[in-house]
T-cell receptor, first 112, second 117 residues
């Protein structure tokens, strides 16, 4: 069974600082990895999807890297803003490829 | 529709009652998923529908839970004889094709928050 762990569970930084969020998974036989954002009381919004053949994916201030062999992914958010405050979750498909296993998330607070 | 719609957004019920949660996926999305998010927990897979194939119900926690998807579109998750441990946010998501077969992403609804007193 795929186990996904996210560290740290919570993070508080001043505005402008770069954020580094970590995700690790136990089964490296994955097709892809997704990062999501969840605002309080809302559903999940997909941020980035990295295919297993890719090493990283970028969207604006967000950059996600993937190291399949070590079972790790890192989400970098540059020059954080208060609007980045949310919970960030990573997810990977199970071996039967459609059930996503989610980490518990990292709750980020960016202080103005 | 423009996004995945879930109703009701909030439901408070008493222990032992019947609850029905509805999900209206993005038009044309063939895959539909239900997940559950309990307080402080990660998302737990419940059930998956793909086109006309038999659904994968392996994540349903007990036989009190069931789900249907009519006409390949709207889905209903039902819980009978609700228990306090059923309290959670129930999230629905849809995608064009099953993840793993390509780069397709899941689009989630805002969720239905269920509170069982």
């Amino acid at each position: 069974k795929q186990e996904v762990t996210q560290i740290p569970a919570a993070l508080s930084v001043p505005e402008g600082e770069n954020l580094v969020l970590n995700c690790s998974f136990t089964d490296s036989a994955i097709y892809n990895l997704q990062w999501f954002r969840q605002d309080p009381g809302k559903g999940l919004t997909s941020l980035l999807l990295i295919q297993s053949s890719q090493r990283e994916q970028t969207s604006g201030r967000l950059n996600a890297s993937l190291d399949k062999s070590s079972g790790r992914s890192t989400l970098y958010i540059a020059a954080s803003q208060p609007g980045d405050s949310a919970t960030y979750l990573c997810a990977v498909p199970a071996r039967d490829d459609y059930k996503l296993s989610f980490g518990a998330g990292t709750t980020v607070t960016v202080r103005a | 529709g423009a996004g995945v719609s879930q109703t009701p957004s909030n439901k408070v019920t008493e222990k032992g009652k019947y609850v029905e949660l509805r999900c209206d996926p993005i038009s044309g999305h063939t895959a539909l998923y239900w997940y559950r998010q309990s307080l402080g927990q990660g998302l737990e897979f419940l059930i998956y529908f793909q086109g006309n194939s038999a659904p994968d119900k392996s994540g349903l926690p007990s036989d009190r839970f069931s789900a249907e998807r009519t006409g390949g579109s709207v889905s209903t998750l039902t819980i009978q004889r609700t228990q306090q441990e059923d309290s959670a946010v129930y999230l629905c998501a849809s995608s064009l094709i099953a993840l793993g077969s390509g780069a397709n992403v899941l689009t989630f609804g805002a969720g239905s928050r269920l509170t069982v007193l």
